[in-house]
């Protein structure tokens, strides 16, 4: 499948790059590779074959929620670098 340049011109607004016109060219056929790849995937038979939902063979360990003990409001201020009466002081972020 052939890649234009205007696609690639799409595609790179709509991710936010920018790049020159040896790069849009070079671009171009690294996509038309990748899509002919893909459209050879679709020509293997995968009748039975399960779909996968993980690459991981490990079974999540489900445990009980339990309640214990919580660390004193007091104690967890201690060692805070700024803190009021009852917070955590942080810096500004957002104005």
Known sequence: MKID???IKK???LARLEFDENSAEKMSKDMSQILDWVE???E???TGVEPLTTMSSEVNVMREDTVGTHMP???ALKNAPKSDSDYFRVPK???
């Open 5 to 7: 340049k205007e696609s």
């Open 11 to 13: 595609i790179a607004h």
């Open 40 to 42: 050879q995937l679709g």
């Open 44 to 46: 293997v038979d995968t």
């Open 73 to 75: 409001h007091e104690s």
């Open 93 to 95: 972020v957002l104005e």
